[in-house]
T-cell receptor, first 116, second 116 residues
């Protein structure tokens, strides 16, 4: 069965600290896609990144970076020099092209609180 | 502006009173989907649609109906709402064509339903 685990329910940091959000996934497929979404307090879901299983290169976008490691089935998300505006719930998700529903399988989310 | 629009954003209603949550996208996306978000469970797919007149059940379809008569619209219908359908609902859309599955899904702002 496919599953996404975000073991950190809630993380609290002080502004300017670096913070890493963990994501561990389970799938028997060799081809799959991984995503991160951000849900700010206003409630909408904002797409951050999509990764396919054949691309293990780490990615950096400004203060955000992602570390994809197939060996440990992890797709961790790091925010460098966190800011108050980063406070949100962050979801990791998995999608399988062999699943005809193309649904996103979400983790339970990690709530990040960045304190001034 | 490319967007997925849901209405209403908030609704409080009573058990058994039929309701419809509308969803419209202006990106000419083939794929549309409904999710519900419940605390500690992440988001789970209710129904999805690959194109006009093509719909199918997701993981939690009981108590819901959908239709896809036009490409841009994908309403979610609760024929006889019950309290266990109190949740935050999201509509999503994405491009879909052979060779480009599992594209990022773009989400609406969410609809918070309370069934008393």
């Amino acid at each position: 069965a496919q599953k996404v685990t975000q073991a950190q329910t809630e993380i609290s940091v002080v502004e300017k600290e670096d913070v890493t959000l963990d994501c561990v996934y389970e799938t028997r497929d060799t081809t799959y896609y991984l995503f991160w979404y951000k849900q700010p307090p206003s409630g909408e879901l904002v797409f951050l990144i999509r990764r396919n299983s054949f691309d293990e290169q780490n990615e950096i976008s400004g203060r955000y970076s992602w570390n994809f490691q197939k060996s440990t089935s992890s797709f961790n998300f790091t925010i460098t020099a966190s800011q108050v505006v980063d406070s949100a719930v962050y979801f990791c998700a998995l999608s399988d092209p062999m699943d005809s529903s193309y649904k996103l399988i979400f983790g339970s989310g990690t709530r990040l609180l960045v304190r001034p | 502006e490319a967007q997925v629009t849901q209405n209403p954003r908030y609704l409080i209603t009573v058990t058994g009173k039929k309701l419809t949550v509308t969803c419209s996208q202006n990106m000419n996306h083939e794929y549309m989907s409904w999710y519900r978000q419940d605390p500690g469970l992440g988001l789970r797919q209710i129904y999805y649609s690959m194109n006009v007149e093509v719909t199918d059940k997701g993981d939690v379809p009981e108590g819901y109906k959908v239709s896809r008569k036009e490409k841009r619209n994908f309403p979610l219908i609760l024929e006889s709402p019950s309290p266990n359908q109190t949740s935050l609902y999201f509509c999503a859309s994405s491009l879909f064509y052979r060779g480009a599955q599992n594209q990022p899904q773009h989400f609406g702002d969410g609809t918070r339903l309370s069934i008393l």
